[in-house]
C-alpha cells in the first residue's frame, strides 16, 4: 500500500475512534451508560487498530491490550507499558455492556452507573490521543481528531462541533 493510501486509512480508523468516543460522550449524557462505556471501547480499539494500519499491517481481535501488547514496533512516544492499564481496563467493558445474560440477575442498563461510564470515556479519551499524538510524530495526520482536541470531548458542544444531525436532538452539535 502507499504511503498516502497508509495514511488514508489509519486516518478512517481514528476518525471512526472519535466518532465512538463522541457517541458515548452523547449517550452518557442521556443516561445510557452501558452504551457509553461499550463506545469507549469501540473508540480504543478503533484508535489501535488505526495505529496497526499507519504501519501497513492488519490488525486482529478485539482486545486492545492484544493490540497494544502484539504491535511489532511502536512509534516513538507511544508509552505502550503505560497504556496498558487504561486498554484492559477498557477491554473488560467490550461484552457486559452489551448483553443481558453477561451479569447474573442484571441488564448492562442496570449495572452500569454514571460514574464507571465517565471513567471509561476518559480512558478512551487518554488512549485516542496517545495514539494520535504518537500517529502525527510518525508523519501520518491522525485523522479528524488530529484537527480537534480530543481531550475535549468532554462536553458535547466542544466534542461535537457546529453540526450534528447525526446524533438527533440529544447530542446536536453546537447545542448549549
Known sequence: ???????REAARW??????DLQAAQVLQDAGHHALAA???QQSAEKALKGLWRSLDLEPWGHSAVKLLEDLPSSPPGLDRDGLVP?????????????YPDALPGL?????????????AIGQARRLLEAVREAAMRAGFPGGRAGRRRVAGASR?????????SHFGEVGRRGSK
Open 156 to 164: 458535547r458542544r466542544q466534542c461535537c462541533g457546529p453540526s450534528a
Open 14 to 19: 481514528l476518525d471512526q475512534a472519535l466518532d
Open 38 to 40: 461499550f463506545h469507549a
Open 107 to 119: 441488564t448492562p442498563a442496570d449495572a452500569y452507573t454514571r460514574e464507571e461510564a465517565v471513567v
Open 86 to 98: 487504561v486498554a484492559a481496563a477498557l477491554d473488560k467493558l467490550y461484552i457486559p455492556t452489551r
Open 1 to 7: 500500500m502507499s504511503t498516502e493510501d497508509l495514511k
